[in-house]
């Protein structure tokens, strides 16, 4: 369900970029979209090293983050786009959880490799679709799921924490909008243990995110 409506609110948010601009309320509503996509690669990661299939599920992220480049740049995006942001989390995330099991070797190992991930991103070395904030949150959710903490306040402090991170990363006004992300906590407290009323295959939500930019470009250049 969270990604089904991850998917609707993107796409509502890309119809507003390109056909809508003057009117706000499509990247209002698109504002949910990042942190619930950002929920589903933490939760992505979460099962696929439980089930032995990380390696498929980071081969499946890197390709899509290939295949939606072009489309990503045409409708004004720098960088990479926003699964270049997911890679470089699901890295971190293994490198998080690789090296030492607990205690203050592991606090310094993981702070370090983040701070070295947030100084490139702030030197420009790194540019990626909502930067280093972008990066912070599916480590958030991920880290929420695998002690079991999964309630709205903590779903709040997640997006708020990763906005804030966004936010000072960027220095830009445009960033504060992000705020809006906030509506994202009432879906997921509502439709973390709930099934989709729609069943889709998991490819469909693979291959929307390039497919859904090259027709709203093919439709732009049309009219």
């Not at 809508?20 to 504002?31: A, H, K, L, S, T």
């Not at 990479?80 to 690789?98: H, Q």
């Not at 972008?134 to 903490?149: D, E, M, N, R």
Request: glycine share 8%; aromatic share 16%; proline share 3%.
């Amino acid at each position: 369900m969270i990604k089904l409506i991850a998917t609707l609110t993107m796409l509502i948010d890309h119809i507003g970029v390109l056909f809508f601009p003057q009117y706000m309320i499509f990247r209002v509503i698109g504002r949910t979209a990042m942190p619930l996509y950002a929920y589903c690669i933490g939760r992505g990661y979460y099962y696929s090293r439980m089930h032995g299939t990380l390696d498929r599920y980071l081969k499946n992220v890197f390709w899509l983050l290939v295949a939606s480049q072009i489309p990503y740049a045409l409708i004004g995006g720098k960088g990479l786009n926003i699964c270049g942001t997911w890679l470089f989390s699901l890295l971190l995330l293994i490198a998080f959880d690789r090296h030492f099991d607990t205690g203050w070797k592991k606090a310094v190992w993981c702070c370090g490799i983040y701070g070295i991930t947030a100084v490139m991103y702030w030197k420009g070395i790194i540019i990626s679709d909502y930067g280093i904030g972008g990066v912070t949150t599916p480590l958030l959710f991920y880290l929420l799921i695998k002690q079991k903490k999964e309630n709205w306040v903590n779903y709040m402090l997640a997006v708020l924490i990763g906005w804030v991170v966004y936010v000072m990363s960027s220095g830009t006004a445009s960033s504060l909008g992000q705020i809006f992300s906030l509506g994202s906590v009432a879906v997921l407290a509502v439709c973390h243990n709930r099934d989709s009323i729609i069943k889709l295959p998991k490819w469909f939500f693979y291959w929307f995110y390039p497919v859904h930019l090259t027709i709203l470009l093919l439709i732009k250049a049309m009219t």
